[in-house]
């Protein structure tokens, strides 16, 4: 199975810019669907953008649109989350997800998780 790996979390001013790596080992990254999820304090884990297997396909949550860009570079096995804008309500744990299936449409339940990288955005 992938295992995949967050990292770039970190403390950044409302306004402010952070780049999320997701590196993914241990099977072929290329059969594999990407995203991004998050959990804040006292909330559900919700999806933040997600990437498919080509890379051709993406898609946000209306929070996300216009200010987070989802990409992937396989010759890395990476996928990134560029957050740009940032405000308070962002802070949460970030989760890289990975899945054999395609993101498309509204439901994608990925099957394979990171760890989680904090996000914390101060006012």
């Known amino acids: 199975q992938v295992q995949v790996v967050e990292s770039g979390g970190g403390l950044v001013q409302a306004g402010g810019s952070l780049r999320l790596s997701c590196a993914a080992s241990g099977r072929t990254f290329s059969n594999y669907a990407m995203g991004w999820f998050r959990q804040a304090p006292g909330k559900e884990r919700e999806f933040v953008a997600d990437?498919?297997?080509?890379?051709?396909?993406?898609d946000y949550a209306e929070s996300a649109k216009g200010r987070f860009t989802i990409s992937r570079a396989g010759a890395k096995n990476t996928v990134y989350l560029q957050m740009n804008s940032l405000k308070p309500e962002d802070t949460a744990v970030y989760y890289c997800?990975?899945?054999?299936?395609?993101?498309?449409?509204?439901?994608?339940?990925?099957?394979?998780w990171g760890q989680g990288t904090q996000v914390t955005v101060s006012s």
């Open positions: 990437i498919s297997k080509s890379g051709g396909y993406t």
């Open positions: 997800a990975a899945d054999p299936q395609e993101p498309y449409g509204s439901t994608w339940y990925p099957n394979y």
